[in-house]
């Protein structure tokens, strides 16, 4: 995949994952659990960030020989800001499970605010970051 395909696929990804984020927005936002409803929107974000993660690995991969110095250093950032993220996910749905729902909504209710906000924190350093490489070097 080029760049400009790349770039496209990456800002499909981005609105991609900021639905699932609003969904789940939505869903965390009931005063009980619905263990139908947000078992699906966990389900579709964790699609959607996979989908979402393997676009910047390919994009990493891409422009790791065609980049300077300085802008390598940006996207070793971008790699410790997705690495930091993966870690926290991991953490997160290894620690939510629907048990845990169900028995503490509103822990679950902040967790999910919490990751939440690093998803779109990565999205948003994507777009300053990779939006404009992948451009320069299309």
Known sequence: ??????????????????????????????????????????FRISRASLERRSLWQRARRHLQSKVTAADAEQIRLLASIDSDLGRFTADHVGRWTVAAIQSDWTGYRDASRSMRQRMSECIKAEKQILYPLLARYA
């Not at 990456?10 to 409803?37: F, M, N, Q, W, Y």
Request: glycine share 8%.
């Open 1 to 42: 995949m080029d760049s400009q395909g790349l770039l496209s696929g990456l800002r499909a990804a981005h609105c991609e994952v900021l639905k699932c984020i609003a969904e789940l927005e939505s869903v965390t936002g009931e005063t009980k659990p619905d263990a139908s409803r947000y078992t699906a929107a966990r």
